[in-house]
Nanobody, 126 residues
Framework: QVQLVESGGGLVQAGGSLRLSCAAS????????MGWFRQAPGKEREFVAA????????RYAESVKGRFTISKDNAKNTLNLQMNRLKPEDTAAYYC???????????????????WGQGTQVTVSS
């Protein structure tokens, strides 16, 4: 089992940047694929980015491709999401998640992830 705690959210103006982090407990972090999802008020939770357990494969939602970068530091048990050129439509609660499977390509579906953090709020003002 792994516990996940997100941090780094906040209020930023459109065009600005934020870096989210997700600290994971447990000794098996390196064997998990990891993902970021977000949920805006009144909307369903949606996929943002994911990285394979090895870090060798990443996937992004079309809406964030070229602006967001996901990375995984196995030595520090940390998952990061660098968010640049933020837009008001990026406003949401952001959640990190862990997938126990060790496939070559990380999943993009909520149902593929086993563990979830509590979320961190990102608000982008126009």
């Amino acid at each position: 089992q792994v516990q996940l705690v997100e941090s780094g959210g906040g209020l930023v103006q459109a065009g600005g940047s934020l870096r989210l982090s997700c600290a994971a407990s447990g000794r098996t972090f390196s064997s998990y694929a990891m993902g970021w999802f977000r949920q805006a008020p009144g909307k369903e939770r949606e996929f943002v980015a994911a990285i394979s357990w090895s870090g060798g494969s990443t996937r992004y939602a079309e809406s964030v491709k070229g602006r967001f970068t996901i990375s995984k530091d196995n030595a520090k048990n940390t998952l990061n999401l660098q968010m640049n050129r933020l837009k008001p439509e990026d406003t949401a609660a952001y959640y990190c998640a862990a997938d126990r499977r060790r496939g070559p390509v990380p999943g993009t579906s909520i149902t593929e992830y086993d563990y979830w953090g509590q979320g961190t709020q990102v608000t982008v003002s126009s």
